[in-house]
Nanobody
């Protein structure tokens, strides 16, 4: 059973930066497409960023384009979401997810989430 663990959340002032990381126990992540989602209570979960297994193709939501970057480190088997120029509306619980197809953004495994709070 694959388990995903997010880290790096916290409280930051508007305009600041945070880096979220995702690591897994069990099988390596190298063949999985990986994604970051976020959710605010009462709202639907939003697909924020994704990277396919090859690393050559990524997705960035319009709401964070130009501010967030997703990357993967095959050697460390981790996925990173770099968040710059944070806004209060970026406040949410951020989840890491893994897609075993490697390409289709159909996520099978989820982490427990990490809270990101951006103060105005």
């Amino acid at each position: 059973q694959k388990q995903l663990v997010e880290s790096g959340g916290g409280l930051v002032q508007a305009g600041g930066s945070l880096t979220l990381s995702c690591a897994a126990s069990g099988r390596a992540l190298s063949t999985y497409a990986m994604g970051w989602f976020r959710q605010v209570p009462g709202k639907e979960r939003e697909f924020v960023a994704g990277v396919r297994w090859s690393g050559a193709s990524t997705f960035i939501a319009a709401s964070v384009k130009g501010r967030f970057t997703i990357s993967r480190d095959y050697a460390r088997d981790t996925i990173t979401l770099r968040m710059n120029s944070l806004k209060p509306e970026d406040t949410a619980v951020y989840y890491c997810a893994a897609d075993k197809t490697g390409n289709n953004w159909q996520f099978d495994y989820w982490g427990q989430g990490t809270q990101v709070t951006v103060a105005s």
